[in-house]
């Protein structure tokens, strides 16, 4: 049993935010008595703001995998739903607005595609990405002075993204995204092309357009 203490602020949200509205959260898929690990769906209503203040109601669905309790309690929040831990499990602190293009929900994702973007958060998420790709520029470096079998993949990966944070460090998204477009591959098929393709799938998902979206992963913050 859960006992909720909801903190809800309700406003007029950056531009391309949703906010979980809590008039609406169903489970379409949701068997009890399959155990563990299971698919659960569920969907969420949320509140998105355009660029013009204006805001639509999109109801947006949810598909996770959860291997236990506590996964079925965190990820199958609403985005934007922050939880604490208590005594009795996991419960609701409070709500925030999120990033549309940060969803892991193709109903919001398409929304964002057609509202456009916030260029001042995509500038802060491209400094963000261009401190990233120095810790693993560095990592993957190393990795390629080893005497591993896969060293020269990893020293080529490394020289591919030095060129991917060059180009972000000038402001332009034009090579990341021609990374993030291209589907990501599976193993065995491992060269650096498909190293670089998957890490910056991973790293820049908010460049995906809705299209993209092969999972839904409902992100969760947790104190």
């Given at each position: 049993m859960f006992w909720l203490v909801f903190a809800i602020s309700v406003y007029a949200a950056e531009p391309i935010h949703?906010?979980?509205?809590?008039?609406?959260k169903i489970y379409l898929e949701n068997d009890f008595q399959a155990g563990y690990p299971r698919d659960v769906v569920f969907q969420c209503r949320y509140d998105c703001w355009n660029t013009t203040?204006?805001?639509d109601k999109i109801?947006?669905?949810?598909?996770?995998?959860?291997?236990?309790?506590e996964q079925e309690a965190l990820r199958t929040a609403?985005?934007?739903v922050k939880l604490k831990k208590s005594k009795w499990g996991y419960e609701h602190d409070s709500t925030s607005a999120f990033y549309a293009h940060l969803s892991r929900s193709k109903e919001v994702k398409s929304w964002a595609s057609r509202a456009g973007r916030n260029q001042k958060l995509e500038e802060r998420l491209r400094t963000n990405l261009v401190n990233e790709l120095e810790e693993v520029i560095a990592a993957f470096r190393l990795a390629g002075q080893s005497q591993d079998?896969?060293?020269p993949t990893y020293q080529q990966a490394a020289w591919l993204l030095v060129d991917v944070q060059k180009s972000l460090r000038q402001r332009s998204f034009h090579l990341l995204d021609a990374y993030v477009q291209t589907p990501a591959a599976i193993p065995p098929y491992f060269s650096a092309n498909v190293l670089v393709a998957n890490l910056l799938n991973n790293l820049a998902y908010w460049r995906w357009e809705s299209s993209r979206l092969y999972f839904a992963l409902a992100p969760v913050s947790v104190e």
């Open positions: 949703c906010q979980y509205d809590h008039s609406q203040g204006m805001s109801l947006a669905t949810h598909k996770v995998r959860v291997a236990d309790q609403c985005e934007g079998q896969y060293a």
